[in-house]
């Protein structure tokens, strides 16, 4: 496993859980982590840069180009850009705050996704139905093994099940019945 | 002869600037349709491109953007945009069993399937449905009034949406009679203001101390990217080879369905021709790669079809796509708009021909996929890896509230800009608080524009 933090500088601070200074103004915006300060000069720097090359642009069009109608439409072209040029500054100078961890999964791993995964569907399914594409692409992937395992588990803790879920039924269909 | 090559000319670079622009903006996730497509495809019409260029622009950014939304969505679990929310469970599933390429490649070869199937089809549907667009363009108004209220009673608010049309259609109503007093007429200001009210709504809470409080975060959030794995040689991998024979059945199948229920939403569509795919296959690995594959076509497919649809049978913005993300293909003052008053409609309606939308559809598509699949195909780690890592989400909200301010004032002054800043928090809080969604407040403003003046009149006579 090899961990890359977005921001050099912080990768030798030894607790990450416990707030650092440039930790502590942390919130969660339109579904994304941001440091309000950064946040704030970014929205400040955004704005000036923007509306500086859309009424910069504005001036000058006049002047250039004929139609007063095209020179509006050029203006909010490079208003557009100045959006763009604001943002790649705020990019510059504010690194992400973000931990971007590269791994590949491990086994305990896996077989926990398909724990969820039975949870989820209710059965796994049997690989015996499957398409000769599927099966190869499931080898091929390495995944094979574990489809294979966690059908085996699935299909020893069944009959259990099987003899509950009946009463259950009944269960349900009794209180409805009732009602 | 020559006119006509140079027109195809033109339509063929515009679709391509538009799918490398939205190719690149699709790895940047948060990057809403709407919000993106909209203006950047406004500013195409307003600087005069001829109309074969304009819809190749539109429908090139939309379908590249499908494929590249892929790659935040399947390897860093973070949805590229709204359309991707729908396929980010499997897409987890899928990265956490330590497969995300495979989830990435089958999401762009079902998207690569159902676009090319999704344009002949949907012209075809328009053809079909074509005759009726006359006693539809008469009964717009109403037509309007009944499409936002089916709208708004689908999405997650259920009745709470429709009642909250009253108050939110008012306020449109209010805001244009006050921006009217000054000479002031706007539109691009409402969507872009009901685009961005989520992140408006954001910013507010986040300036409130209680709400504040609650959006507090410890530490740095984490992604993590799988390893890069690459299964074939060449630069092009044949799509149909990534996706198996019954995956490439239930893709066009699903395209095909989802082009004719044109007047949903596409998030609800690919959610829905999921579900129904998914109870039918059995085992759990099949289950996943197949849903994910279909879903991504049919979220190509809706855009396609909700934009081509209304625009080659009635002219008017009929289906949530339309009325959002496509809205300047049919309405963008001084140069395409819907006139309530008179009926008359100039905009690609009538300035392109059956074929012309069926050739220029496929050409756009065409230069889309050879843009963004094998870009995906080849680029995914790598394009992922540097977005998660240089691009702040501050960079990215600076840019956006940067396109309000130019938007905004560039349209209206700072009458422009208050109704944005109205809108969107008004939007913002309503979407948040009631589940009314984006789609519902698209059609709550040409239920303001063009039903209201009917309604009074009715009340009137």
């Given amino acids: 496993m090899q961990h890359d933090h977005s921001t050099p500088a912080l990768a030798a601070e030894p607790s990450l859980g416990e707030g650092g200074p440039a930790r502590q103004n942390l919130y969660e915006v339109w579904g994304d982590t941001i440091d309000v300060r950064d946040l704030a000069i970014s929205i400040a720097i955004g704005a000036v840069v923007s509306l500086g090359a859309y009424f910069a642009a504005k001036l000058l069009m006049h002047s250039l180009v004929e139609s007063a109608q095209m020179a509006r439409a050029y203006a909010m072209l490079v208003g557009i850009l100045g959006c763009l040029a604001g943002g790649a500054i705020s990019a510059f100078f504010f690194k992400p705050k973000r931990e971007v961890l590269e791994h590949q999964a491990d086994q305990g791993f896996r077989e926990q996704v398909v724990a969820d995964l039975l949870k989820e569907y209710g059965s796994l399914g049997r690989l015996e139905d499957l398409s000769p594409e599927v099966t190869a692409e499931l080898k091929e992937l390495q995944l094979y093994e574990l489809f294979r395992q966690a059908q085996a588990r699935e299909e020893e803790a069944r009959p259990v099940n099987a003899s509950v879920a009946p009463s259950a039924g009944a269960a349900v269909s009794l209180s409805g019945g009732r009602g | ?158 009745w709470a ?23 002031v007429k706007l539109s691009v200001s409402y969507f872009l203001g009901i685009a961005v009210a989520p992140l408006i709504a954001s910013l507010f809470s986040l300036l409130a101390p209680a709400e504040r409080q609650r959006m507090r975060r410890d530490d740095y959030r984490v992604f993590s990217l799988a390893p890069d794995v690459k299964g074939w040689s060449g630069y092009f991998p044949n799509p149909l080879k990534i996706i ?70 009635f002219g008017l913005p009929l289906s949530p796509v339309a009325a959002g993300p496509a809205a300047p293909l049919f309405n963008a003052p001084p140069r395409f708009w819907v006139d309530n008053a008179t009926g008359e409609i100039n905009n690609l309606h009538n300035l392109l021909n059956t074929g012309e939308f069926l050739g220029y559809g496929m050409l756009a598509v065409i230069v889309a996929i050879l843009v963004a699949y094998p870009f995906t195909m080849n680029f995914a780690h790598g394009a992922a890896a540097f977005v998660a890592r240089r691009i702040s989400h501050e960079a990215v909200i600076a840019t956006f509230i940067g396109l309000v301010l130019v938007i905004g004032i560039w349209e209206g002054g ?48």
Avoid at chain 2, 257 to 270: K, L, Q, R
């Fill in chain 2, 161 to 183: 949406a429709v009642l909250a049309l009253v108050p939110f259609v008012m306020v449109i109503v209010a805001l244009q009679a006050l921006t009217g007093q000054y000479g």
């Fill in chain 2, 244 to 313: 198996n024979p019954r995956q490439t059945r239930v893709t066009a199948m699903a395209a095909s369905v989802s082009s004719a229920t044109f007047v949903f939403s596409p998030v609800a569509m690919t959610v829905i021709m999921g579900e129904i795919i998914g109870s039918r296959i059995k085992h759990a690995y099949d289950r996943l790669t197949t849903v994910i594959t279909a879903r991504n076509g049919v979220t190509e497919s809706t855009y396609i079809a909700e934009t081509l649809i209304p625009l080659m049978a």
């Fill in chain 2, 1 to 158: 002869m020559d006119a006509l090559l140079y027109e195809i000319m033109v339509a063929f670079a515009l679709g391509l600037l538009g799918a490398v622009v939205f190719a690149a903006i699709g790895l940047v996730s948060g990057t809403d349709e709407t919000t993106t497509l909209a203006p950047l495809t406004l500013l195409v019409v307003l600087l005069g491109a001829p109309p074969a260029g304009v819809l190749t622009f539109f429908l090139a950014g939309a379908v590249a953007k499908h494929m590249t939304h892929a790659v935040p969505t399947a390897l860093l679990g973070i949805p590229g945009d709204t359309a991707a929310t729908a396929l980010l469970a499997d897409a987890n599933y899928l990265r956490k069993l330590g497969v995300p390429h495979i989830a990435l490649r089958k999401m762009i070869s079902g998207a690569a399937v159902a676009a090319l199937i999704a344009v002949p089809l949907s012209v075809l549907f328009a053809v079909l449905l074509a005759p009726f667009g006359e006693v539809i363009k008469q009964f717009a108004p109403w037509v309007f009034l009944c499409a936002a209220l089916t709208i708004a009673y689908f999405s997650a608010g259920r």
């Fill in chain 2, 414 to 461: 700072l009458l422009g800009l208050m109704v944005i800043l109205t809108i969107g928090l008004l939007g913002g809080f309503l979407a948040r608080f009631l589940g009314f969604n984006i789609g519902v407040q698209f059609m709550a403003y040409y239920t303001a524009v063009l039903s209201v003046p009917a309604i009074v009149a009715l009340a009137g006579s």
